[in-house]
Structure formats: C-alpha cells, structure tokens
Nanobody
Framework: QVQLVESGGGLVQPGGSLRLSCAASGFTFRYYPMNWYRQAPGQEREWVAGVTRDGGVKKYADSVQGRFSISRDNRKNVVYLQMNTLKPEDTAVYYC???????WGRGTQVTVSS
C-alpha cells in the first residue's frame, strides 16, 4: 500500500523559509520521479517541482523558480522541498506524489502571513 506522509509545514512570515519532507513507502521509491504539488483555498491543485529518479534533474514552476529547491534521499525514501523567500501567495496545502502513481497523502499546510 502506497503511503505518502508530508510534514514540515507551518506558519511563517513573508521572506521566511521552510523545509518540507515527504516520507514514502509501499513502492520502490528510487524507481520513480517525485513531485511536489500545492493547492490553495478555492484553487485547483498545481504542480510545483519535480525531480528525476536519481535526483540529477530538477524542474520548477515559474512561480517558485529560484526560491524553492527539491531534493531526494533514495536511502531514506524521502523527498524534500526547501522553500525560501516565501510569499503570501505560497500559502497552500503541499503534497508529494510519484509519477505514475495516483495516490496522495494528506499534505502539509503552509501559511505565509505577517
């Protein structure tokens, strides 16, 4: 059974930083590209960042390029999202998801507010 457990969210002031983690199990983690998505209130879920199986290639949505960084640890089955220079518009529930597997975790809430 696929399990995705996101953590690390919270309340942060504009300009601050957070590091999200996603612990994955129930599938062979190192075989799958991993992604982060987010969903703000009243909006559709959107893709934020993705990383290839070996961590060698990373891609980002234009809205987070230069501020967010995705990484993974295939020994620990964890994918990370380092978020810097946070803005109020980054407020959302953040989810991780592997390519090709239609399972979602509960997400972790990120709120950027003064």
């Amino acid at each position: 059974q696929v399990q995705l457990v996101e953590s690390g969210g919270g309340l942060v002031q504009p300009g601050g930083s957070l590091r999200l983690s996603c612990a994955a199990s129930g599938f062979t983690f190192r075989y799958y590209p991993m992604n982060w998505y987010r969903q703000a209130p009243g909006q559709e879920r959107e893709w934020v960042a993705g990383v290839t199986r070996d961590g060698g290639v990373k891609k980002y949505a234009d809205s987070v390029q230069g501020r967010f960084s995705i990484s993974r640890d295939n020994r620990k089955n964890v994918v990370y999202l380092q978020m810097n220079t946070l803005k109020p518009e980054d407020t959302a529930v953040y989810y991780c998801k592997p390519d090709g597997i239609d399972d979602w975790g509960r997400g972790t809430q990120v709120t950027v507010s003064s």
